[in-house]
């Protein structure tokens, strides 16, 4: 029997004309689709989404919006489009032209980074799995959605990867991808955070403003890889993860209006009164944020690391924008390194700059948190209010590098580890804080209708209004 491929899975890989690929795909589809259904969101598999599919690359075909039932997405196969005479942009090998296929030499380490980028993607579905029940209105209901099946087009990316150049551990490695689960005990999910519950819609803002911010750090330091079609594959990502970080931005600008509105109707800001009147006290959302962000910054790796100094020196893994780098070779620079010394002080280390790769990742990651806090603290302000956020220091509840298990202050002043254990407690969500966060999680389906803690957003999906019914509920 003959499949259209180009209908089932859009691509531009030329699947059709690739036998061994194809084999290979079909093998894995229906653990693919066993594994939505077991572990994808739960219910509304068979309820009308309004969604966006990527079709083609190009501008007009990769947004293609229709009513579509979840399992019936069309989780395609895209790479960017190719660069004319594209040449290594970084490392020892600068220069050179890029590799179309795996070298040899390289395999592991290539096949590690692919694999541990498609181990978040499921992940995070899984993570997300129980929102639906909750949600605050059907706008929210479908960008939840829509973050899910384009995680799922993630993992369908990685795979394609490990199908198309990794022969048969690739095939192996794609079936781990399924095999592993978030918070399995057995067989957990390969980075910490995607271990983490996401049991509320504050922690869902939360981790598409954070999390898939370092998807779009980690993404763009591979956009820059000389093995072309993984760079290429993740430069089309990388159209996808803007909207997730949209959802997280104005998720969180959201909440913090509808607290505002709060504040000035009860005329008071003290957090047991915004709470009795239905909405978040700026306090938790304050300990929420300290929780995803620590825990985001260990997904850079450790501060000085040689896996990283590899990974730039051979041309795997680059910077994001390594072409506004002056120097791309980074071979006789230094960065300085701020440690813990013995004695609660702290003392400067200087690395090879290559070695600090993760570290420069990381700081540009800081960067970016900033700017939507930024965007919050505006909102606060112009409502005359005096509270701001503040993102923690780098080094405040680290697991990974060299301020793992090192006892901060949010603003990473070194305390004991006593005094640590006494106030942590008040710095992240509370066991309270989040029985109460919960209680506000009342699901709203009613088109156009938000739930009490959180306000409209500006503006409908492509062009269609708030109160558009952007999923069909009965
Ligand atoms: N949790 O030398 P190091 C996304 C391990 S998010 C647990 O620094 P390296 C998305 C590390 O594996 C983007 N373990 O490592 C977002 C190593 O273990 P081994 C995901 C950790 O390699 C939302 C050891 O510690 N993409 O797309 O320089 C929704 C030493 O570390 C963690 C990627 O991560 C951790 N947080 O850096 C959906 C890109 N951190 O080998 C999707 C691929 C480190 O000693 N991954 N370890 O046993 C990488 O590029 C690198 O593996 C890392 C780590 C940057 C993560
Ligand atoms: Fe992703
Ligand atoms: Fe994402």
Known sequence: MSINYAEKIPNNVELGSNRTLQRALEQWQPAFLNWWKELGPTDFQANDVYLRTAISVDAKGWAHYDYVKMPEYRWGIFLADPEHDRRVGFGDEFGKPVWQQVPGEHRSALRRLIVTQGDTEPASVEQQRLLGHTAPSLYDLRNLFQVNVEEGRHLWAMVYLLHAYFGRDGR????????????????????????????????????????????????????????????????????????????????????????????????????????????????????YLNFWFSSSLDLFGADASSNAAQYFATGIKGRPDEKKFADHLAAG????????????????????????????????????????????NRILEAAGHAYRFTLPSTRFRRGIGSWANIPTDPAGNRITQEAYDAQLGSWLPSDDDRAFVGSLMQRVTEPGKMAGWIAPPDKGVKDRPVDYEYVRVV
């Open 172 to 287: 192996e490695e794609a079936e781990e991808l399924l095999a592993r689960h978030s918070g399995d005990a057995d067989n957990p999910r390969i980075l910490a955070t995607f271990n983490e519950p996401i049991r509320d819609w504050l922690s869902f803002f939360m981790f598409t403003f954070f999390t898939d911010r370092d998807g779009k750090f980690q993404l763009k330091s591979f956009a820059e890889s000389s093995f072309d079609p993984f760079a290429r594959t993740c430069k089309f990502m990388l159209t996808e993860e803007a909207h997730h970080m949209f959802v997280g931005d104005t998720g969180i600008a959201r909440v913090v209006r509808r607290t505002l509105e709060v504040m000035s109707e009860t005329g008071s800001d003290d957090p047991d009164t915004v709470r009795h009147a239905g909405a978040v006290d700026l306090p938790t959302l304050q300990r």
């Open 333 to 376: 620079t230094s960065f300085d390194l701020e440690i813990p010394d013995g004695s609660l002080g702290t003392r400067v280390d200087t690395i090879p700059m290559r070695n600090a790769m993760n570290e420069v990742v990381r700081n540009a990651y800081v960067d970016d948190c900033m700017k939507g806090l930024t965007h919050w």
